[in-house]
């Protein structure tokens, strides 16, 4: 295997991985909104994700810093095609980050609805808006022979990348949802499991056109043996989560995400960003990497530290593990 080949493979885990765990994350501060029915009850869910939310976020910076060392060219086109978007994401994460840490900062009712507002639509539309750019990367988009992006911000919004970031907004939701059951006691815990039901069911009709969709346009044998797992995680995930196991539902809903990443870099494998102008103007895995020189270093500095990374992050879970529920949030701070 080449290394640039290796590379991909590595970026590809990266973005599942991120995806994995900022996925519920997202959902989580969507579900604020939509499951809690009070501040106490939206303070539950944020602890949820309190310990962890911020070790997520590293995921994007790692799988964004490899794709800048790894394939130079597909990062310039990507971040300079896509500015806008990638920008508004930009924003909401910091907004949102801050938002986590100031909403407790005063007892004022107002000032804890704003945060809480911003913590909604903060998590809402990046989860919408991977999903666009990822769709818009595997479907293609206008790329120049000097490898530009020579499109425009409303070619990216083609009825395929819409209903894209339809399908990763739902699908996060419904993560979220499984994630808020398998960490909350009570009454939060059984709505959380109806609200996964709701939500898992839109993901399969919404899931099924896009990737179906997908697999007709840039498939192959191994897109499609991802698509079949994604089906099946779904429907374990949502069987699971009927019968009250929320450890395994969460588990097939994190295979969920997980399949559905892998099977679109696998359709656009050996492809990095086609182009819908010119076939033979496409970025590559061979056209757009780095010197086989940078590749290794990155390849021996990976090894070493990557584990380390996993390791801590693992023990940081481990030891977040438990149940909460509104009787574990202290009265002086349930608003």
């Known amino acids: 295997m080449h290394l640039h080949d290796l590379w991909f493979i590595l970026i590809a885990v990266l973005w599942t991985g991120y995806f994995f765990l900022e996925g519920f994350d997202f959902g989580i501060g969507i579900l604020t909104r939509l499951l809690a029915r009070d501040t106490t009850e939206r303070r539950v869910l944020i602890n949820t994700i ?13 799988a964004g810093g490899a794709t800048f060392a790894a394939f130079p060219d597909w990062y310039a086109t990507l971040f300079s095609g896509f500015y806008i978007p990638l920008l508004v994401i930009l924003v909401c994460l910091i907004v949102r980050g801050v938002a986590f840490e100031y909403r407790a900062k005063r007892t004022d009712e107002r000032w804890q609805r704003n945060w809480e ?74 709505r959380a499991r109806g609200q996964a039901l709701l939500f898992g069911l839109a993901t399969a009709v919404l899931a099924a056109a896009f990737l179906i969709w997908t ?6 044998g191994w897109s499609l043996a991802a698509l079949v797992v994604t089906v099946l ?76 990374v996993l390791l801590y992050q693992g023990w940081t879970y481990w030891v977040f593990r438990k149940r909460i529920g509104v009787q574990h949030i202290p009265a002086a701070v349930q608003h």
């Open 233 to 308: 995680a779904l429907a374990g995930s949502l069987a699971a989560n009927r019968l009250g196991r929320e450890g395994w539902a969460f588990a097939l809903s994190g295979a969920t995400v997980a399949a559905a990443t892998a099977m679109l870099f696998l359709a656009l494998f050996p492809d990095v960003m086609p182009s819908t102008l010119n076939p033979a103007w496409s970025l590559t895995v061979t056209n757009a990497s780095s010197s086989p020189y940078t590749l290794k270093v990155m390849t021996v500095v990976a090894a070493i530290f990557t584990p380390i």
């Open 50 to 62: 309190g310990p962890v939310w911020d070790g997520n976020e590293v995921w994007l910076l790692t």
């Open 215 to 220: 697999q007709v346009h840039s498939g192959n």
């Open 117 to 190: 507002r911003a913590i909604f639509w903060t998590s809402l539309l990046p989860a919408f808006l991977w999903g666009v750019a990822f769709a818009n990367i595997v479907h293609g988009v206008d790329i120049d022979a000097q490898k530009n992006y020579a499109g425009t911000f409303w070619d990216l919004l083609s009825p395929y990348a819409l209903l894209g970031g339809l399908t990763t907004l739902v699908l996060f939701t419904f993560h979220g949802a499984v994630f808020a059951a398998l960490k909350t006691v009570g009454d939060i815990r059984a």
